[in-house]
């Protein structure tokens, strides 16, 4: 029952901008980490930014310095500010979220299901 939508994909020409949202919803007791993953076809699926609840983050190798996530936890969302895009960012992104559903449920991740990001002049 819980949902993961993605939404701020498009078409960025190189150098520009994008803002990815994330909201979760449905059967929520509690959001733990939430972050976002990329893959093109031929490739794994990778991680491009990762956020707990206390704050601390984690940004994959090729997007440090360039990317930013944040989040609003009054409204379960997880952002994904995206700068000085490259062509080889080009990738579907993914939400992930580890979620509780109840006070008797163990912690599980879900996926949203992918928001296309295209940088190309």
């Known amino acids: 029952q819980v949902q993961l939508v993605e939404s701020g994909g498009g078409l960025v020409q190189p150098g520009g901008s994008l803002r990815l949202s994330c909201a979760a919803s449905?059967?929520?007791?509690?959001?733990?980490?939430m972050g976002w993953y990329r893959q093109t076809p031929g490739k794994q699926r990778e991680l491009v930014a990762a956020l707990t609840s206390g704050g601390s983050t984690n940004y994959g190798d090729s997007v440090k310095g360039r990317f930013t996530i944040s989040r609003d936890n009054a409204k379960n969302t997880v952002y994904l500010q995206m700068n000085s895009l490259k062509p080889e960012d080009t990738a579907v992104y993914y939400c992930n979220a580890e979620i509780s559903r109840s006070i008797r449920d163990d912690v599980m991740n879900y996926w949203g299901k992918g928001t296309l990001v295209t940088v190309s002049s």
């Open positions: 449905g059967s929520i007791f509690s959001i733990y980490g």
